[in-house]
Nanobody
């Protein structure tokens, strides 16, 4: 079970850190992806990290601004979002794939790769 949190209302240029907390002792064997869905739009890939943390992928739109990381001791994956823009406004979801899956950008950026999804956390960036 995944629980996303950390969303909120911020101004352009601000930062937020989203958390994706998981229950279960096997979380460290799962890759985690972040996706977002703006109102009236499709769900888009944001970032992903594989089970060991050695593979990390970002959408071009967030590279150099967002950082994904994981703390397996806390069963949590983080998405640090800096220099937020109004176009980052969306419902952010985390999802898990595994166990011990290795892949590519194409694999981790495809929502169909993920078996488990958390509820979304809303990020609103005002201009």
């Amino acid at each position: 079970q995944l629980q996303a949190s950390g969303g909120g209302l911020v101004q352009a240029g601000d930062s937020l850190r989203l958390s994706c907390a998981a229950s279960g002792r096997t979380f460290s064997s799962y890759g985690v992806g972040w996706f977002r869905q703006a109102l009236g739009k499709e769900r888009d890939f944001v970032a992903a990290i594989n089970w060991g943390g050695a593979e990390i992928y970002y959408a071009d739109s967030v590279k150099a601004r967002f950082t994904i990381s994981r703390d397996n001791a806390k069963n949590t994956v983080y998405l640090q979002m800096n220099v937020l823009k109004p176009e980052d406004t969306a419902l952010y979801y985390c999802a898990a794939v595994g166990p011990y899956r290795r892949g590519s950008m194409g694999f981790f950026s495809d929502p169909r790769s993920y078996a488990f999804w958390g509820q979304g956390t809303l990020v609103t960036v005002s201009s």
